[in-house]
C-alpha cells in the first residue's frame, strides 16, 4: 500500500527538478527571445511583461516526466496519464512556437487545435471505455450507494452507455481549455493546479490508484517548483505548452479513476474562468452590454482594483476550500 511519505517524497523530487531546470532552460527561452507579447487591449499593469520569456511549459513537462519514471511505480494508468500530458504539451508546444518564434500573432487556427485536442480525448476516452473495471460509469458526487429523490433514484455510479466517449471528449477539452484561460496572471494556474493535484493525489492514495497517485503528486512538485520562476514579478510564463499539458493532467487523472464530474467542483476557478467568457460574449452580442469589466474573469478583479498577487491568492485560497469540499463530495 502506498504510503504518505512516498507521495511527499515525490512532490520534494519533482519540485527540485524543476528548480534545477529552471536556470538551464530559462536562459536558453531568452537566446531564443521567445518573449510574450502582451495585448495591449488588456490591463495596463501588464505590458510591462512584455518580452517575458514563455514556453516555460517545457519545465514542467519535463519534470513531471523525470520524477514519474524515477518513481519506479509504473503500469499503464501512469503511462496514459503521462501521455495525454505529453501530447497536449505538444500541442501548446506547436501553438507557442508558430506565435513567437515563427512570430505569426494567431498561432495554430481554432479549429486545428480543437481538432487536436479532440484525437487526443477520444484516444483517452477509448482507452478508459475498455480498460476501466465500471466500463462507461462514472461516479456521482455527494452519492453513496444509491440516492432516491422522489421517484427519482441517483445511482453512486452512473452508467453514461453510448453517451460516454462524447461526454469524456467534452470534459477534456473542456478542462484543457479552462486551466489554458486560468493562465493570465503570474503563478495563477500553477498555483490553483497544484492544490487540485495534491487533492488527487491523497484521493488517488485512499482508494489505491498507486499510479496516479505518484503522477499525480510528480505533477504536484513540477506546478510548486515553477512556483519559484513563475510567481510576481514572472521570470517565466508557462504558455500553452504548459497551460494545456496541466489540463490535459488533470482531466487524464480524473477519467481514469472515474470521477470526471469531481472537475467542476475542485476545479471551480477553471470553470468560472470559462463561463465569465461565455457570459460576456453572450451579453455582449445580445445587449450590446458587458457583464465583467473584461474576461477571463481574474481581469475584473484586477480592474476592480485587486492586486494581482491578491487576486492569485484569493483564487488559491478559492481553490482550496473546493477541495475540501471535494473530499467530502468523494467520501
Known amino acids: 500500500m502506498l ?10 523530487i519533482g519540485f527540485f527538478i524543476t528548480l534545477l531546470l529552471g536556470p538551464l532552460i530559462i536562459p536558453f527561452l531568452r537566446r531564443l527571445k521567445v518573449g510574450q507579447t502582451v495585448r495591449e487591449e488588456g490591463p495596463q499593469s501588464h505590458l510591462s511583461k512584455t518580452g517575458t520569456p514563455t514556453i516555460g511549459g517545457i519545465i514542467i513537462i519535463v ?16 503511462l496514459v496519464a503521462l501521455g495525454a500530458t505529453i501530447a497536449f504539451g505538444l500541442i501548446g508546444f506547436i501553438d507557442d512556437f508558430i506565435k513567437v518564434v515563427l512570430k505569426r500573432n494567431l498561432g495554430l487556427r481554432a479549429y486545428q487545435k480543437l481538432l487536436l485536442q479532440i484525437t487526443v480525448a477520444v484516444f483517452l476516452a477509448i482507452y478508459q471505455s475498455n480498460a476501466s473495471v465500471v466500463q462507461t460509469k462514472v461516479i456521482i458526487p ?10 427519482i433514484v441517483i445511482p453512486q455510479y452512473f452508467d453514461l452507455g453510448i453517451f460516454y466517449i462524447p461526454f469524456i471528449v467534452f470534459v477534456v477539452v473542456a478542462t484543457v481549455n479552462s486551466v489554458n484561460l486560468t493562465d493570465g496572471l503570474d503563478g495563477l494556474a500553477a498555483g490553483v493546479t497544484l492544490i487540485i493535484t495534491a487533492f488527487f493525489s491523497l484521493l488517488a492514495m485512499s482508494w489505491g490508484y498507486t499510479s496516479l497517485a505518484i503522477f499525480s503528486s510528480a505533477v504536484t512538485g513540477a506546478c510548486l517548483g515553477f512556483l519559484r520562476y513563475n510567481t510576481h514579478p514572472a521570470q517565466v510564463f508557462m504558455g500553452d505548452t504548459g497551460s494545456l499539458a496541466l489540463g490535459g493532467a488533470v482531466a487524464a487523472v480524473a477519467i481514469l479513476m472515474n470521477v470526471p464530474l469531481i472537475i467542476p467542483i475542485v476545479g471551480g476557478i477553471y470553470f468560472a474562468e470559462t463561463v465569465s467568457v461565455i457570459l460576456q460574449v453572450i451579453s455582449f452580442k445580445a445587449t450590446g452590454k458587458r457583464i465583467f469589466k473584461m474576461t477571463p474573469l481574474h481581469h475584473h478583479f484586477e480592474l476592480s ?27
Open 3 to 12: 504510503q504518505q511519505n512516498q507521495l511527499i517524497y515525490t512532490i520534494i
Open 63 to 78: 519534470s513531471i516526466i523525470i520524477t514519474s519514471f524515477t518513481s519506479g511505480i509504473i503500469n499503464t494508468d501512469l
Open 142 to 151: 455527494f452519492v453513496e450507494g444509491n440516492l432516491q429523490i422522489g421517484n
Open 305 to 331: 482594483g485587486w492586486a494581482e498577487t491578491k487576486v492569485v491568492t484569493v483564487f488559491w485560497i478559492v481553490t482550496v476550500v473546493l477541495c475540501l469540499i471535494g473530499i467530502l463530495a468523494l467520501h
